[in-house]
């Protein structure tokens, strides 16, 4: 696991993973590998720092493994993580003391901020002026001349580094360095797996369809389940400005009474320890499986919609989900919670090539997705496309991937993009 860390920090290193599923040895073998080189960035191959890397899963074989195996996955696990990762891009700053004479005082605040520094009140002093602050190095370097020439000698500017900042120009920075991240085979971010005995690459994006272990992430929260009632409540506060979803959910649930300020009573809970594990990677069919309300309400498009119609914006987005199941191949489930009226029983409809569910009396979405990832988990690959709420890959105790609607968005759009490619190259 890769975590940012505080500015300045450099690289830190520990281990969460159970020495039941990975022996001590061998988790201090990954570490001594992980302090032992200086890891690469991705974006223009300059050295990664401030950052925590956290080993939380590992797999050895009594009789094939060697220390040289874990040398090798470690340093591709690192580089496929930064892969996977949004990069940050940082350059060197000084912070730097410049005097110049009263009339030049103008005239430097420009400059600095030309360069894209910052700079405290200027100290006059007599006939001179102190500015101090911090500026990129790639501003400041040669500026000791230009100071020297417009104030006729009489200015002065004293620089020390003082750390890295994110690079204000890094677009240009990367593609002026034109760093090939694949290309750079001493730094391989592909994995390599072993079937009857002979070793095959596999490409750092595809890993996840070969790998013996989960994606792995940290999953918190107080560890207690939402009631029927709670859930309810809070799917009502979510899209309470749409008349139509509230008389349902009064429908399925009876009236509504919101907790005010007042009444509401506030437990803190104690803080959970943070916990990790892994799971066998299933294979067969990938299913993916779409809270409905929760993407209208997320995505801009269906969220404006639905302010004139709910069943526009439910159409709308089945229209997007046909699309998107013919170009992915996997098996798309769309749910939409608490549709019908009280005492429905729920039901099932095939609406072109995806199937579209409406959960029965007293069942959220939630709770019909949380029952069918179980089932499904144990022999096929699931993802939940679901609100923002979760801002990350997070692993559902039944198995499945819980995707975010912006993730799911973007995974949308791309999928429409290739389709017109496909379409235009066919003409």
Known sequence: MLEPSERGSGLTFDTVCPTDELDRNWQRLILTHLKEKEHIGVLTGSPVTDMKITLV??????????????RQATYRAVRQGLR???????????????EVPTESVGRAMTDIQNMGGSFAAPETRGETALITGSAPVAGMRGYARDVAAYTGGRGRLNCILSGYEPCQ???????????????????SADSVFCLHGAGYVVPWDEV??????????????DGEEETPDEKAERYVREAVSDSELMRIFERTYGQITRRTEQTQTVRKAAPKEKKFKARLMPKGPEYLLVDGYNIIFAWEELRELAKVSLETARDRL??????????????VILVFDAYKVKGNTGSVEKVNNINVVYTKEAETADMYIEKVT??????????????????????????AVRVSANEFLKEVKDAEKEILKIISQMK
């Open 374 to 399: 179980r089932e499904l988990g144990k022999k096929h690959r699931v993802r939940v496309a679901t609100s923002d709420g979760v801002e990350q890959i997070i692993i559902f105790s039944g198995g």
């Open 84 to 98: 996977m990762a949004q990069s940050v891009l940082l350059e060197p700053y000084y912070e730097f003391r410049l």
């Open 318 to 331: 089945i229209d997007i989900l046909c699309n998107y199941k013919g170009y992915s191949r996997c098996e």
């Open 57 to 70: 899963a590992g797999r050895a074989h009594i009789k094939h493994t060697e220390g040289g195996d874990f």
């Open 169 to 187: 120009n890094a677009d240009e920075v990367i593609t002026q360095i034109g760093y090939d991240a694949d290309g750079d085979l001493e730094n």
């Open 208 to 221: 996840y369809g070969h790998a013996h272990t989960e994606l792995i992430s940290l999953e918190e929260g």
